[in-house]
């Protein structure tokens, strides 16, 4: 059985020492039921991983022994940026977590004409930080050492103007006439657009149209946002990727 994987939010170093805190604490102590001589894996998301040992224990913080870096990677060889329509709840926490477990870098929540879900300024960020919560334990999970980006929710309009030039543009349509088969080369990045659970309206599917987006058909069925999510990004790796 493999060490439990744990995230240390601060830069680790070989043969020094790290602390865990909150919720990560948390869990080493009341779920794990881990003591002092307990092996585990930290990584911090910059990259490499590092065998670990609970040196010590007390009610809100583990402290971890770490060991000798190691510089496995599990990071898909093709680049996606996955622009989602926010859905509900656990709808979109199933997105960001499969998202990361099939090699998303960057996940851009998208407010649209038809997102159900409304936030200001204060709960916006809030969202974010649970998503980044969700990609992290997904990290531990799956065994990547990159936690991927999650980004600010945004408007669709503020996003199509943001777009790097290079990237290969994809947006989901059911009548599209783009198929996964068609796509080439996995040396540039490509961004994946998908709606919320009503769709892109029609002026949203115009204007990303004039940004490059390209409609892409996963088929005859019509796919709920969180499942179209998982099928496009498994399919992508599938042609382009490590799958």
Known sequence: MRPPRVHVDEPLA???RATLRGAAATHIRRVLR???????????G????????IAALSQDRVLLAIGAQRLSERESPLAVTLAQGVSRGERMDLVVQKATELGVRRLVPLL????VVRLDARQADARRRHWR??????????????????ASPARLAAFLSSLEPEATR???????????????GADRPLVLLIGPEG??????????SDAGFRALN??????????AAIAALAALQQHLGDL
Do not use: M, W
Not at 112 to 115: I, L, Q
Not at 170 to 184: C, E, H, M, T
């Open 14 to 16: 070989a043969h020094s």
């Open 34 to 44: 881990l003591g002092p001589g307990a092996e585990l894996t930290a990584f911090d």
């Open 46 to 53: 910059r990259g490499g991983e590092y065998p670990a040992t």
């Open 112 to 115: 649209t004409e038809r997102t």
């Open 133 to 150: 919560g969700v990609a992290i334990a997904a990290c531990e999970q799956c065994g990547r050492n990159a936690v991927p980006e999650i």
């Open 170 to 184: 994809v947006v989901l349509a059911p009548a599209g006439a783009l198929k996964v088969r068609d796509l080439a």
């Open 199 to 208: 769709g892109l309206s029609e002026s949203e599917q115009r204007a990303a």
């Open 218 to 227: 996963l088929g005859p069925r019509v796919l709920r946002t969180e499942t």
